[in-house]
């Protein structure tokens, strides 16, 4: 297991890593690639993810537990995807991350899209499902504390991760659809899928009210037990 040492990489890594290199790559494939390569691009965000994830390995021990439980709650996401309509997928990545860090948030969200697209479909959509998914992984840990502590502003980052996710998506739907991006047809994506992202903004309130206490008193237990 690669451990960081030095905190001024780790902290170059920590925020280079999500803000920049991720979204550089995701714009590179769509822009450049073309064919098969989204599946470069999708393979190069997992190993930038797992990277990131590295940088919060303060000790061994512990960035072992850590990886065994983020492993699991990749996996029960993956599983989530599978729920017809409604999906708890944003709801597991966003506990992962309030309970175990913004790093395994964003690992939790980008390798569960990989892994469960092998079933519903890889394409040029993947890295931005990856990089949707991961970075609303990664917010929720930045913001944990007041997340556990308040009910309602949990549900609300549910609700606001919905649209954050449509308006992602929106993006490669105007690139696929154009080939370069125009604002305008931006606009009418985003207003022709309200349906669809009030879908997944009731679905995540819901699935974090569900969630919130059976599996946040288990990442908690755990998180006090081993020091997670």
Same mark, same amino acid.
């Given at each position: *297991?690669i451990v960081?040492k %030095?905190?001024?990489l780790r902290? +170059?890594?920590?925020? @280079?890593?999500?803000?920049?290199? &991720? /979204?550089?790559?995701?714009?590179? @494939?769509?822009?450049a690639f ?7 691009i999708?393979?190069?965000i ?8 590295? $940088?919060?390995?303060e000790?061994?021990n512990?960035?072992?537990?850590? *990886? ?5 709650m ?13 999906? /708890? &997928?944003? #709801?597991i990545c966003v *506990?992962? #991350? +309030? ?10 969200? %980008?390798l %569960?899209?990989?892994?469960?697209n ?6 040029p959509?993947?890295p931005?499902?990856?990089? =949707? ?7 929720a =840990?930045y913001?944990?504390? /007041?997340l ?11 609700a +606001? %991760?919905?649209i954050?996710?449509?308006?992602i *998506?929106?993006?490669? $739907?105007?690139l696929?659809?154009?080939? =370069?991006?125009d604002?305008r047809l931006?606009?009418?994506a &985003?207003?022709?899928?309200?349906p ?9 309130? #819901? ?6 206490? /059976?599996?946040?008193?288990k ?7 081993? =020091?997670?």
């Amino acid at each position: *297991m690669i451990v960081i040492k %030095s905190d001024r990489l780790r902290t +170059v890594l920590r925020y @280079g890593i999500p803000f920049v290199l &991720i /979204p550089s790559l995701v714009a590179l @494939g769509a822009v450049a690639f073309e064919g098969q390569r989204y599946l470069i691009i999708s393979l190069g965000i997992a190993v930038l993810a797992l990277l990131l994830f590295m $940088t919060g390995f303060e000790r061994r021990n512990i960035g072992s537990r850590r *990886m065994v439980i983020t492993a699991i709650m990749t996996a029960l996401a993956v599983f989530g995807r599978f729920i017809p309509v409604f999906k /708890p &997928i944003t #709801a597991i990545c966003v *506990m992962t #991350a +309030v309970y175990l860090g913004a790093e395994a948030g964003f690992l939790c969200g %980008s390798l %569960s899209v990989l892994i469960s697209n092998i079933y519903f479909g890889q394409g040029p959509w993947t890295p931005f499902q990856m990089l =949707g998914f991961g970075l609303i992984g990664l917010f929720a =840990g930045y913001l944990s504390k /007041p997340l556990t502590r308040c009910v309602a502003a949990l549900l609300l980052y549910g609700a +606001v %991760s919905g649209i954050a996710y449509s308006f992602i *998506m929106d993006i490669w $739907t105007v690139l696929w659809y154009s080939g =370069g991006f125009d604002g305008r047809l931006y606009l009418t994506a &985003i207003v022709s899928a309200i349906p669809f992202t009030i879908l997944y903004a009731v679905s995540n309130v #819901a699935f974090l009210w569900l969630l919130r206490k /059976p599996v946040g008193a288990k990442l908690g237990r755990i998180k006090i037990k081993y =020091g997670v």
